[in-house]
């Protein structure tokens, strides 16, 4: 059993600048990766950025060079420091974590999703 804890969404004027944090917790053995995805309404949901256990990290175009994935091995957390947004930005954005259980089972998580809106 795993859960993911989020927070930091909110309302932010174009230009301004969130961070949204991840907590895993639970019946963790080792985190493989953690990342991040967005669904805008009517929208499908789209990775926008991800790190690995060994720090690699991607991001979707969308994303470079405005946003940074970041994450605390000791706290089991990822976080997404979006700077420049954008109302494109606006969506409901979700954690998601690919964990080993501490029964040895392989298995993705996700988090319930918090809301960015860019709006002036």
């Known amino acids: 059993q795993v859960q993911l804890v989020e927070s930091g969404g909110g309302l932010v004027q174009p230009g301004g600048s969130l961070r949204l944090s991840c907590a895993a917790s639970?019946?963790?053995?080792?985190?493989?990766?953690m990342g991040w995805y967005r669904q805008a309404p009517g929208k499908q949901r789209e990775v926008i950025a991800t790190?690995?256990?060994?720090?690699?990290?991607f991001y979707a175009d969308s994303v470079k060079g405005r946003f940074t994935i970041s994450r605390d091995n000791a706290k089991n957390t990822v976080y997404l420091q979006m700077d420049g947004l954008k109302p494109e930005d606006t969506a409901v954005y979700y954690c998601?974590?690919?964990?080993?259980?501490?029964?040895?089972?392989?298995?993705?998580?996700w988090g319930q999703g918090t809301q960015v809106t860019v709006s002036s």
């Open positions: 790190i690995t256990s060994g720090g690699s990290t």
């Open positions: 639970g019946s963790i053995f080792s985190i493989y990766s």
């Open positions: 998601k974590t690919v964990v080993r259980t501490t029964t040895q089972r392989m298995g993705d998580y």
